[in-house]
C-alpha cells in the first residue's frame, strides 16, 4: 500500500505565501503523475494542478493560473505545490495525488493513492 504524504500547510493571512510538499516514504514517484487537489467544507474535491512524470506536461485549474506553481524533484521522491498570492477562497484541505497516467488530471476519480491532506487556512 502506497501512502504519501503532506506537508506544509498552515494559517496565513491573504496575499501570504505556503509552500506543500508531497513525499512517499518506501515508494518511488518517477514514473507517476502527481496532483493536487482541494477540498473545502461542504464542497467536492477539486484539482487544482498536476505534473506529470519528470515534469514533461505542467496542468492547472483556472483558479490559480499565475499564483500557484507545481515542481517535483524526483531526486528528493518530492514534489511540491508553490502558493502566492492566496486568497481567503484557497482555504481547504489539501491532498497530493499520485497515478501512472490520467486522461482527466482534475478527476480524483483517476488517481489511485493518497495522502492523508494537510490544512490550508487563509485569513482575509
Known amino acids: 500500500q502506497v501512502h504519501l504524504v503532506e506537508s506544509g500547510g498552515g494559517l496565513v493571512q491573504a496575499g501570504g505565501s505556503l509552500r506543500l510538499s508531497c513525499t512517499a516514504p518506501?515508494?518511488?514517484?518517477?514514473?507517476?503523475?502527481i496532483a493536487w487537489f482541494r477540498q473545502a467544507p461542504g464542497k467536492d474535491r477539486e484539482g487544482v494542478a498536476c505534473i506529470t512524470s519528470f515534469g514533461g506536461n505542467i496542468y492547472y485549474a483556472d483558479s490559480v493560473k499565475g499564483r500557484f506553481t507545481i515542481s517535483r524533484d524526483n531526486a528528493k521522491n518530492t514534489a511540491y505545490l508553490q502558493m502566492n498570492s492566496l486568497k481567503p477562497e484557497d482555504k481547504g484541505v489539501y491532498y497530493c495525488?499520485?497515478?501512472?497516467?490520467?486522461?482527466?488530471?482534475?478527476?480524483?476519480?483517476?488517481?489511485?493513492?493518497w495522502g492523508q491532506g494537510t490544512q490550508v487556512t487563509v485569513s482575509p
Open positions: 518506501g515508494f518511488t514517484l518517477d514514473d507517476y503523475a
Open positions: 495525488a499520485a497515478d501512472r497516467g490520467s486522461y482527466y488530471w482534475y478527476d480524483p476519480n483517476e488517481y489511485d493513492y
